[in-house]
């Protein structure tokens, strides 16, 4: 029980982090839920949890916990998204899928609503939700796509432990007690649980997100390349991209080098541009060092962009500093603006 109108909502991955954000995100948005439904693997399952002011178990997750739900938020796993969505969809739900289980599929829309919202009336019953590196980065570009074209993007990412889980948390906080005791950090999840090598995270960077592909990048890497370019419907766009863990607990920070296609606009008017943008806040003030930090993110749902400024060589290129809370706007908080944009474009039954 929640509310007498509204919409029935089922969580799945519930007790996860996205999970646990997308909850807060539905209170604080007041997102109009009339049942709620939390869905778990059968290890979680039985755990309590408050939402509104109510206790609601958490329950295993099945193919007939769908039944009646209009709304399903899936945050539990690529292969639980592929075992379960389709079943979700059978039973008349629309689901908005946190993984990267669909958000290369050609069926299936990839949206960040700021920018592409328009996409979200052509799912099939499966909207992704894009990779949190991804989701700031468009965020910030799409203006300046729409004013002065992209000919260009590069990003080199620094990100944060909480995107791996809870366990990454964990094993950066524990590493960092050990180091500063004079232990061995004793690394066993980062940068990937299921490589073959673990290497420390604490007081240290590294240039690993996601398992290396032939090709020398990391899937981490080939998501945003590839996601950047669906969502802003420009295929032939160049994109590199380079993906680095750091030891910080929350909040993802991205260096942008951009090349425009025309009108070559000042650092100001640039500056301008992407604050026009939804969601973006402008923090570039270097003369009171002034600019976002990962730090200053946490908990908010904003897109942060600073030190704004010209490349010294190239008359179109411009270089930009993105930051956002990865399980807020990255995660869980764009995740609710997709099924905020369902409602408003009444697209649900």
Not at 225 to 237: A, R, S, V, W, Y
Not at 322 to 339: F, R, T
Request: charged fraction near 25%.
């Amino acid at each position: 029980m929640t509310g007498e109108t509204g919409y029935s909502v089922a969580v799945l991955g519930a007790t996860g982090a996205v999970g646990e954000q997308i909850l807060r995100t539905l209170e604080m948005k007041d997102f109009p839920v009339k049942e709620l439904k939390l869905l778990s693997s059968p290890r979680s399952a039985g755990k309590k949890i408050t939402f509104r002011g109510e206790e609601y178990i958490v329950e295993e997750a099945k193919p007939e916990s769908f039944d009646g739900i209009q709304i399903g938020l899936f945050s539990a796993g690529g292969s639980i998204s592929k075992e379960l969505a389709p079943e979700a969809v059978k039973r008349g739900t629309i689901v908005i899928d946190n993984t990267s289980a669909y958000r290369m599929d050609e069926e299936v829309p990839l949206v960040v609503p700021e920018v592409n919202e328009e996409d979200i009336k052509d799912h099939k019953g499966i909207i992704s939700n894009p990779n949190c590196s991804t989701i700031q980065m468009v965020a910030a570009l799409e203006p300046v796509r729409s004013a002065y074209g992209l000919k260009k993007v590069i990003v080199s990412t620094y990100q944060a432990v909480s995107g791996a889980g809870y366990e990454a948390v964990d094993e950066m906080k524990e590493q960092s007690r050990n180091v500063l005791d004079g232990k061995p950090a004793e690394p066993e999840v980062l940068p990937v649980s299921g490589d073959e090598k673990h290497y420390q995270i604490a007081f240290n960077a590294v240039p690993q997100i996601d398992k290396f592909q032939d090709n020398g990048y990391t899937f981490e890497e080939m998501k945003m390349i590839n996601e950047t370019k669906k969502i802003l419907h420009e295929n032939d766009l160049p994109v590199a991209a380079t993906c680095v863990r750091l030891p910080v607990e929350t909040g993802h920070s991205e260096s942008v080098y951009i090349e425009v296609e025309h009108d070559a606009p000042t650092a100001s008017e640039l500056r301008e541009t992407i604050g026009s943008g939804g969601g973006i806040t402008i923090q570039d003030n270097p003369s009171e060092q002034e600019y976002p930090m990962a730090v200053n993110s946490v908990g908010l749902p904003d897109v942060f962009v600073g030190r704004i400024r010209r490349d010294l060589d190239f008359e179109n290129g411009y270089h930009f500093w993105v930051v956002s809370d990865n399980l807020m706007k990255g995660a869980a908080y764009n995740s609710v603006q997709i099924a905020e944009s369902l409602i408003n474009q009444e697209l649900i039954k």
